[in-house]
């Protein structure tokens, strides 16, 4: 006997069945449909993102090229203080060199100006420096670093690069003093050029000492040329002095070639008179008497008043 009941839902079943399958077919077909066009579809859906997220990369990169520009200006500018750095030590190192550098050349000037000064190469010297003015009001001497060590005897004649400055009148181990052609106390023989007049330098504390016990007979002139003359033995002749002037008061005064306020480098001669006489060359007064006698002319012993032999 068959069930009344369960009629009216047999339909529905039938019609539920029919739209699970439309839908799972329709379904299948949607899918096979995107996976054919997933490359076409995925590929716009990239460019547009990108298109999209563009500007919002170049706004976020901005504070990170900001930051990268910073730290590399940073990192020029470390280097540039550390170059800085090096090159200040370096211009100290050479402004050290180039001081040491003028100071060795103004030295060498000194030496070379002190060899202008033509000196009998036969006669010894040592060099020295000027290092104090021990002078005073009626004093004119100088102390300079040079002494007994090295062979620096009273007496010796010191010189500058222009010329005869004084004496050395006293000496210690390592220092003497010079007694200057200036000083009250200092007479000189010297040679007034061309006439060969001898005379003394005398100094009275002025900046031009005096020419005294000038001969009368012999003609000498305002410029000429006064050097030592040797006489006495104590300094070596020929050494230059300085130029004869005239003063108001009628003496004849010497211009100085050397000049106080340059002294610096000078050179003590360790002159030594000469006490042998070399005979092999013929005194100049047998010269004249053979030229006499060679003219027919009367010749006169030199040494005896009378003429005779």
């Known amino acids: 006997m068959i069930d009344q009941t369960n009629r009216p839902a047999l339909p529905i079943r039938d019609v539920?069945?029919?739209?699970?399958?439309?839908?799972?077919?329709?379904?299948?077909?949607?899918?096979?449909?995107?996976?054919?066009?997933?490359?076409?579809?995925?590929?716009?859906?990239?460019?547009?993102?990108?298109?999209?997220?563009?500007?919002?990369?170049?706004?976020?990169?901005?504070?990170?090229?900001?930051?990268?520009?910073?730290?590399?200006?940073?990192?020029?500018?470390?280097?540039?203080?550390?170059?800085?750095?090096?090159?200040?030590?370096?211009?100290?190192?050479l402004l050290a060199w180039k001081e040491a550098a003028l100071k060795l050349e103004s030295k060498v000037a000194r030496f070379e100006a002190l060899l202008n000064v033509q000196v009998d190469p036969t006669i010894d010297y040592v060099t020295g420096r000027v290092v104090g003015d021990s002078g005073g009001p009626f004093v004119e001497t100088f102390i300079v670093n040079v002494g007994s060590e090295q062979n620096v005897e009273s007496g010796q004649a010191v010189i500058d690069t222009d010329g005869l400055i004084g004496?050395?009148?006293?000496?210690?181990?390592?220092?003497?003093?010079?007694?200057l052609l200036t000083d009250l106390n200092s007479r000189v023989p010297v040679s007034v050029?061309?006439?060969?007049?001898?005379?003394?330098?005398?100094?009275?504390?002025?900046?031009?000492?005096?020419?005294?016990?000038?001969?009368?007979?012999i003609e000498i002139n305002?410029?000429?040329?006064?050097?030592?003359?040797?006489?006495?033995?104590?300094?070596?002749?020929g050494l230059p002095i300085g130029v004869l002037i005239q003063t108001?008061?009628?003496?004849?005064?010497?211009?100085?070639y050397s000049t106080r306020a340059r002294l610096g480098m000078v050179r003590v001669l360790q002159y030594e008179f000469p006490d042998e006489i070399d005979l092999q060359d013929p005194p100049a007064i047998l010269?004249?008497?053979?030229?006499?006698?060679?003219?027919?002319?009367?010749?006169?012993?030199?040494?005896?008043p009378g003429g005779g032999t």
């Open 248 to 256: 108001e008061d009628g003496f004849y005064r010497v211009q100085l």
């Open 222 to 237: 305002a410029g000429d040329r006064v050097v030592t003359s040797g006489h006495g033995g104590l300094l070596p002749p």
């Open 193 to 217: 050029e061309p006439s060969r007049a001898r005379a003394v330098l005398a100094g009275d504390n002025s900046a031009s000492p005096r020419l005294e016990y000038v001969p009368t007979n």
């Open 287 to 304: 010269i004249q008497d053979a030229d006499a006698e060679e003219e027919g002319a009367v010749v006169t012993d030199p040494v005896s």
């Open 167 to 179: 004496r050395i009148v006293a000496t210690g181990q390592r220092a003497s003093r010079i007694l």
């Open 16 to 93: 539920s069945g029919r739209v699970s399958l439309i839908f799972m077919v329709t379904l299948a077909a949607a899918l096979l449909l995107l996976g054919r066009a997933e490359t076409y579809v995925v590929d716009q859906a990239r460019q547009i993102v990108t298109d999209l997220a563009a500007p919002l990369l170049e706004l976020a990169s901005r504070p990170v090229s900001a930051a990268r520009r910073i730290v590399e200006s940073t990192d020029q500018y470390a280097y540039v203080f550390d170059e800085n750095e090096r090159l200040r030590e370096e211009n100290t190192r």
